[in-house]
């Protein structure tokens, strides 16, 4: 988990927004884990993009990883195509 530049093919694309992604193993599922990194990794981002925004893309379906991200601050931005499946973008 972290922050990188994915140079992601998206429309609208993410032009200079840094994109944090994060996977966890499943027997790390519901215990809190992910919003903890998350939040950890929003504070270094914080720290180094100053008040610039950061996004992720999550899939419609993935509803514990757009809980976490609602979590952190993030809101959903729009919806759009990814490698031809749904995906939302969020933004903090």
């Known amino acids: ?28 599922h519901g215990k809190g884990y992910a919003t903890e990194a998350v939040r950890a990794a929003i504070a ?14 999550i899939h419609p379906e993935n509803l514990s990883s757009i809980r976490v991200a609602e979590k952190c601050g993030y809101r959903e931005l729009q919806s759009t195509m ?11």
């Open 44 to 57: 270094w981002g914080d720290a180094h993009f100053g008040s610039s925004r950061t996004a992720c893309i």
């Open 82 to 92: 990814y490698k031809g499946r749904p995906t939302i973008v969020f933004v903090r």
């Open 1 to 28: 988990m972290g922050f990188a530049d994915y140079k992601r093919n998206l429309e609208p694309p993410l032009k200079d927004t840094p994109e944090i992604g994060w996977v966890f193993a499943v027997h790390a």
